[in-house]
């Protein structure tokens, strides 16, 4: 089946500590996305990628790096710079092109700091 | 003020009233997409449009693009639905979506 796979579901991590969250799609997609989600709060873009090998920062870089080295794959790092790394992260992604595509959304991952 | 806004945030229904849901945004589009979000945490897109009005089994989402205005209406609701409904715009000079918070919506048997 085609979809976006991220593990792990649950992810428990000390402060002062990096952590990569793992994104991988079979869909064949050329975007890729990273967004945020906190309690009361709509979606909030973190990065995204329309290449391979190149990336841009969302509304709320700042504490995040990415790298996009496969088509398939999109892990972000959630580094100790991060003031606030407890959250719901999804990942998505879509086609590029001309028109207007949908995006296609992980199952997520829920990440506690403490 | 945020440019996507949903009402109502929460709604509890009995099984097989209609629901609607609104969401209003105040920027340029090129698209808006209706998203449903179950406990588990998963997104799933139901809707994309830009005009008009889109159908699927008892799910009917419109747009008035000139009030900035999107509908999701359930016909029939079913405890099933219960769920996260969340409308994102996607911006006409950026191709960014931009998200609403969100309407948790309950239905009782």
């Known amino acids: 089946d085609g979809g976006i796979t991220q593990s792990p579901k649950y992810l428990f991590r000390k402060e002062g500590q990096n952590v990569t969250l793992s994104c991988e799609q079979n869909?064949?997609?050329?975007?890729m996305y990273w967004y945020r989600q906190d309690p009361g709060q709509g979606l909030r873009l973190i990065y995204y990628?329309?290449?391979?090998?190149?990336?841009q920062k969302g509304d709320i870089a700042e504490g995040y790096s990415v790298s996009r080295e496969k088509k398939e794959s999109f892990p972000l790092t959630v580094t100790s710079a991060q003031k606030n790394p407890t959250a719901f992260y999804l990942c998505?992604?879509?086609?590029?092109?001309?028109?207007?595509?949908?995006?296609?959304f992980g199952p997520g991952t829920r990440l506690t700091v403490t | 003020k945020n440019e996507v806004e949903q009402s109502p945030q929460n709604l509890t229904a009995q099984e097989g009233e209609f629901i609607t849901i609104n969401c209003s945004y105040s920027?340029?589009?090129?698209?808006l997409h209706w998203l449903q979000q179950h406990p588990g945490g998963g997104i799933v897109s139901l809707f994309m449009?830009?005009?008009g009005k889109k159908k699927h089994g008892r799910l009917i989402a419109t747009i008035n693009i000139q009030e900035k205005h999107s509908s999701l209406h359930i016909t029939a609701s079913h405890p099933r639905d219960s769920a996260v409904y969340i409308c994102?715009?996607?911006?006409?000079?950026?191709?960014?979506?931009?998200f609403g918070t969100g309407t948790r919506l309950q239905v009782f048997p």
């Open positions: 869909l064949n997609h050329d975007a």
């Open positions: 449009l830009s005009s």
């Open positions: 998505a992604s879509s086609r590029v092109g001309g028109g207007v595509y949908e995006q296609y």
């Open positions: 920027v340029g589009i090129s698209a």
């Open positions: 994102a715009v996607r911006t006409y000079n950026t191709d960014k979506l931009i």
């Open positions: 990628s329309q290449i391979v090998n190149d990336f």
